[in-house]
């Protein structure tokens, strides 16, 4: 499939949505945040239903940490000593 075809396809979505343009919004977007989203979800159950064949890929280049789950898991953890 054409790349042109696909930004054409997106850039239609977009309007029908009413979003103005933005720079870095597309499809890899789109599916970074599926994948941060699903985070929770076993990595298999993950990459099958976002069409991943690799759980490599998943984890290198879509999943993202945001800031509340780091915090959470600064805050449990366990303190040496204590």
Do not use: I, N
């Given at each position: ?43 298999k159950v ?37």
């Amino acid at each position: 499939m054409k790349s042109s075809l696909v930004r054409a396809w997106w850039e239609r979505a977009e309007a029908l949505a009413g979003l103005e343009r933005k720079r870095g919004r597309g499809w890899h977007s789109l599916r970074r945040k599926f994948a941060s989203d699903l985070m929770h979800q076993p990595l298999k159950v993950l990459c099958e239903l976002g069409g991943w064949k690799s759980a490599k890929t998943v984890l290198r280049c879509y999943q993202q940490a945001d800031e509340a789950q780091l915090r959470t898991a600064l805050e449990s953890r366990r303190r040496v000593g204590a």
